[in-house]
Structure formats: structure tokens, C-alpha cells
């Protein structure tokens, strides 16, 4: 990677970062006893838009600095591998060939089973490790108690983050067409095309 189109991603990723703590903060929804975020957005623009490594990073450190800067609760690492996990997923299926059924899939597998399976877990031990027994004492008893809640929280997210990645398939040309790191790149087919042109019409003549 160049210099240049590695600086304009790092800044383009610390953006990403920085509305990843400022929607996973200020833009919770308390809906059915579950809490929904926009931090989703910046996740997905990540790994669609700079690929695995990147989406990674902005889950990661996102999550980690949201927990530090504003924590709403002890911290637990397990919520920020995860986060990173679904950075990873999406630009792993959705960098290179943004398509429906990628998007669907990496949605499925970043909610189904990162935030219903993973941070179910996560969110038992977190419990158990901070002595809180609401939901009881036991991993068992914790997951059969969040079961179906987490569950419908994982699907409300599984329709909108997958009509959102349907959006992004129909205006990522558009927006590919204007990030500065893809300036330039599309510029020497162009180019070559009228002198390819001009090279046939003296043949022809």
C-alpha cells in the first residue's frame, strides 16, 4: 500500500472511530427491554469500504474506547473481540464484491452469531464475573433467561443492517467514484481509451 492511500485510510478510519463512539454512546434506543445503537454504521463502512484489516481496527478500538471514555459499566474484553470479529467479517465477505448475498451473510453471521451467540456469553460471564445474579448464577440460567430477548434484538438489527448494506450496494459505484485513496486509479483506462481510438482511425485510414 502507498504511503498516500495508507494516510488517507488511517484518517478515513479514525473518523470511522470516532462516530463509532459517538453512535454506540449518544444514539441508544431502549426498545423491548433491549438496547439498540447506530454503531452499526461505521462498522459496516469499514469493512465495506477499506476491507478486513481496517474494519477490524474500527470495531476494536471503537468499542474499546467507547468502554474507557464513557464506561456504563466494568469493562470486558470479550464485547471488544467481538466488535472487532464483525469489522473482520464484513470486509472479509463485502471489500472486494459488495453483492446481496455477502451482505446478508456477513450479517447473519456477525449478528447471529456474534451478538446472539458471542456476546450472549459475553454477557453471562460479565454477569457472573460482577456478581450480578438478576438473571441467576449460572451461565444456563443467565442465557435461558436473555434467550429470547437477545434474540429478538439480533433479528430487529439482522433487517436493518441488511437493508442498510442493500443501500450501500446501490450508491457504493457513487461513492468508490469519491473517496480520495480510489482517485487516479480510474483515471489511466480513460486515458488509454481515445489513443486507442485514434490508433484504429489511422489504421483505418
Not at 43 to 59: D, K, N, R, S, T
Not at 122 to 130: A, M, Q, R, T
Not at 185 to 198: C, E, T, V
Request: net charge positive; hydrophobic share 55%.
Amino acid at each position: 500500500m502507498k504511503k498516500r492511500e495508507y494516510t488517507l485510510k488511517l484518517t478515513f478510519s479514525a473518523m470511522l472511530i470516532a462516530l463509532y463512539f459517538v453512535t454506540d454512546r449518544f444514539t441508544a434506543i431502549n426498545l423491548l427491554s433491549n438496547q439498540y445503537k447506530l454503531s452499526f454504521i461505521p462498522l459496516i463502512l469499514a469493512g465495506v469500504f477499506l476491507g478486513p484489516l481496517w474494519g477490524m481496527a474500527v470495531g476494536g478500538l471503537g468499542d474499546l474506547i467507547s468502554a474507557l471514555i464513557m464506561p456504563t459499566g466494568a469493562y470486558f474484553p470479550g464485547f471488544t473481540v467481538v466488535s472487532a470479529l464483525m469489522g473482520l467479517t464484513i470486509g472479509l465477505l463485502c471489500y472486494k464484491k459488495l453483492i446481496a448475498p455477502r451482505a446478508v451473510l456477513a450479517v447473519f453471521l456477525c449478528q447471529g452469531v456474534g451478538a446472539l451467540v458471542l456476546n450472549t456469553l459475553n454477557l453471562s460471564f460479565y454477569f457472573i464475573i460482577n456478581g450480578i445474579d438478576k438473571y441467576g448464577s449460572s451461565v444456563a440460567a443467565i442465557i435461558g433467561a436473555l434467550a429470547v430477548s437477545r434474540a429478538i434484538q439480533a433479528g430487529i438489527y439482522f433487517v436493518v443492517e441488511v437493508l442498510f448494506m442493500l443501500l450501500l450496494i446501490k450508491i457504493k459505484p457513487r461513492l468508490d467514484a469519491v473517496l480520495p485513496w480510489n482517485k487516479g486509479k480510474s483515471a489511466a483506462p480513460a486515458a488509454a481509451a481515445p489513443a486507442a481510438q485514434d490508433m484504429s482511425e489511422s489504421y483505418d485510414k
